[in-house]
């Protein structure tokens, strides 16, 4: 097979030497200015005066942030499945099914054709990164391996097709990638999550695989069912030999961090963040695991940051590159398929320094505060992390739900439910939900003044669930394998509800 790893690092340099060209300010106003011009004569564009704006406080002057539901109310819901000249020029040819994993909601997030090359160009500089920075990878020497969603899509009719945005991805690649991607379109095809990944396990140790990626939850089921299928050990190097680069995303990789090095104990092989949402491929990590994420300044899409105290204000402060200080923020993109001002949900802490980088640390919806504890997901994944290390073993999925006060009852809570290496006896179970109240409170001034005396705030519950116990329970709210994630702060109500009967059963089994 053709090593194209060379070309790739020719393309990185040039790409390398393009960016150091412009400062940061000057490509993102540009972008917005060009993606402004081209949809100026959609509905949208008419709307809100396209023709008129010439600058960033122009566009924040005339276009309002949006959430997705307001789109869909004001733009979308008329016309879906045919969004033609709406927001966007022209017809969008795919949606992107996108699980909401606080709410559970599924959203048809628009993918134009601009979209499409704007999430190819920010892979081709992803693999760049990493080509650069590891001179003896072979990277594109051998097949790359996406564990993504399903290629079969839902034909919306009109040409128009919804489906998992890696296979929308995995359908559009170009002929001449089909000897360099695995799987085939026929093997990627399945859609039983369960059966796919046997399926894909015992096909691809047969494949010169060089790189794999995908979530952190689901490369890690895939990985145990390696295991299992050949009989190696947990060693991700002998199932794949040649591998030079492992991609994940999607999540936040702190929870599984400790777990995945027990995969990788001969190192070797480079590990990769990319935050690419279902709305844009926004960010990939350039340097090291710890250096933030880059942001992709000139692929058709804009970034806003609006501070994390203001999220919820109705007229909140707007900052963008060119004038955004180092902090922490909820992220709003303006994209090439037509999505303006949107508020995608995410936090990011903008890191000082050019060019200009992100670490994503929840989302807007992973905050607790039922009871005004005021309670980050970054908080909570902190704390969680502190407590399993306290007793010695690695976390492998969690989930929390407020706990409401019943009649006659003062106070609420938090129900967690933790799923370990290995469930731990009662001694550690103790210990466990002590240091996880202790760094909470110390780590949180709201919450601490909730949990005196336990008048506000009672002590946390947490339920031990034993390996496997979130898989089967993701199997059974349909949401196994592809982009579905753990919802970390289960907020919804039916979320809520299945999380606390998940606590429930295994809780009553504890007691048998």
Known sequence: MLDATPFLRGYARLRQRRLARHSAASLQ????????????????????????????????????????????ADYFDAAFPVLEDLTWPGRIPYFAASSGTSSGRTKHIPISREMLRSNARAGTDMLGYHARLHPHSKVLGGKSFMLGGSVAMEDLGHGVKSGDLSGIARLENPRWSTP???????????????NKIDRLARLSVKEPIHCIAGTPSWLLLFFERLAEITGRGHDVSAFYPELDLMVYGGMSFAPYRDIFETWFPR?????????????????????????????????????????????????PTRYWIGNAPAGEYGLVLSTCAGLWAYRLGDVVELLPGEPPRVKVTGRTSYYLSAFGEHVSGQEIERAVLAAAQAIGRHVT?????????????????HQYVVELDTVPDADAAARFAAVLDETLQSGNEDYEVHRRNDYQLKPPRVAFVPHGAFTDWMRERGKLGGQNKVPRVALANGVRDDLLRLAARHSAQERV
Do not use: C, K
């Open 29 to 72: 106003e540009s972008q917005l200015l060009s993606l402004v011009h081209r949809a100026r004569g959609t509905q949208f564009g008419r709307d809100h005066d396209f023709g008129a704006i010439e600058s960033v406080a122009d566009y924040q002057t005339r276009v309002p942030l949006r959430s997705f539901e307001d789109f869909r």
């Open 180 to 194: 360099f991607v695995f799987p085939s379109i026929e093997e990627a095809l399945e859609a039983d999550w369960e």
């Open 267 to 315: 190192g070797g092989v480079d590990w990769r963040e990319v935050y690419s949402a279902s709305e844009g491929f926004v960010a990939s990590a350039d340097r090291g695991m710890d250096d933030g994420m880059r942001l992709n300044l000139d692929i058709g899409l804009f970034f806003e940051f609006v501070p994390i105290a203001e999220w919820e204000a109705e007229n």
């Open 397 to 413: 999925e969690f989930s929390v739900a407020p706990i409401y006060p019943e009649a006659g009852d003062h106070a609420g809570g």
